[in-house]
């Protein structure tokens, strides 16, 4: 029969039993924060902005037109991956090729996408939301964005709700390892 052996102090100071599933409950909550966002309780408006950055109507203007440059390029660098994309089939690994176009493209229409979202928010004077700018950016899906977006909203305040509680109940395992 072999004896069990006790686990050293050392090894019992760095997992404690009884709270190693609090510490992968915590752990799985903060990753989950991460990858979650919360809207800021603090709203403000462009003017504010504006007064807070100290920008100039002059300043906004440059910052108008660097935005246009930047959106054109982006546009442009997406169309000629596609273009990369549609030539696949003529290359010697077709495979290869359309996955790596396809990834530049995406890259670079990601960057598209947030350029032409500042852009937007500049030439409307309005710091809106991201669902808000799609109900702009495609008028006839404006009503679901709204829909989308209320419901995702009061997901996220039962969430922050949720999460208070969570953080609540956080036990300081240094304070546990102490006692021993």
Known sequence: ?????????????????????????ITRSAFKRLFTSARSEREESFNEAQ?????????????????????????????????????SPYSQNPLTHLVTSLAVMLMIGTRWLVAHFRLTQIRHRALFSFAEYLGILFPFLAESVKDISAGLSEKTEADAGRRTEESSKIIDLNKNHNNH
């Open 51 to 87: 007064e807070r950055l100290g920008w100039s109507e002059g300043d906004i203007a440059e910052f108008l037109a660097y935005r246009k440059k930047e959106t054109t390029i982006y546009a442009l660098l997406t169309a000629v991956a596609f273009l990369f994309a549609c030539g």
């Open 1 to 25: 029969m072999t004896e069990k052996k006790e686990a050293s102090p050392l090894r019992r100071k760095l997992v404690p039993s009884g709270d190693a599933q609090k510490a992968v409950g």
